[in-house]
């Protein structure tokens, strides 16, 4: 099952440190958690460890990270991260066929290990489709996809090593 401390350093190695494009909606971002998000949070002097507080509070626990099949546990927390923990869980349950409510709950859990690893593609392939029709793509497209394809990679190799 999942793995929030393999998970977050991957994560964390995406992110970065402090960055403020002058077209991120986001606007300061400082490993990855922005001052859009948390407009009342010293996003400049943030810590590594706050961040991870962050990550886990907001993030891992609301798509039930723990309860993920490996490799899955990476793949929608980088996308919690990137789109959100709703949109994540939305796009798991559209690549699953399964109602979208937005929770997961046992139907959605247990549909997600029957289909592993073959879900990691098709989550993808949806997740892709946001970045096409984002606003942003044509200034940040090549970079979100670039991300998405190492996070599938390290994703799907993780779940092939599953027993």
Not at 63 to 73: A, F, M, Q, R
Not at 95 to 104: P, R
Not at 109 to 135: K, S
Request: aromatic share 8%; with cysteine.
């Amino acid at each position: 099952m999942g793995d929030f401390h393999r998970c977050i350093e991957i994560i964390l190695a995406e992110e970065g440190g402090k960055v403020n494009h002058p077209r991120d909606p986001g606007k300061l971002t400082n490993f990855g958690i922005s001052q859009r998000s948390y407009p009342d949070l010293d996003i400049a002097h943030l810590t590594r460890e706050q961040a991870i507080a962050i990550y886990r509070r907001d993030y891992w626990t609301p798509i039930k990270g723990d309860d993920l099949p490996v490799g899955l546990d990476l793949l929608l927390l980088d996308t919690a991260v990137n789109m959100g923990a709703t949109t994540a869980i939305l796009l798991l349950q559209a690549a699953l066929s399964l109602g979208m409510d937005g929770i997961i709950g046992p139907a959605t859990l247990g549909r997600a290990r029957q289909n592993m690893p073959g879900v990691l593609g098709e989550f993808c392939a949806l997740r892709a489709w946001r970045y096409e029709i984002n606003r942003n793509e044509d200034e940040f497209g090549k970079g979100w996809f670039r991300r998405l394809f190492r996070v599938y990679d390290t994703a799907k190799s993780m779940a092939n090593q599953q027993p």
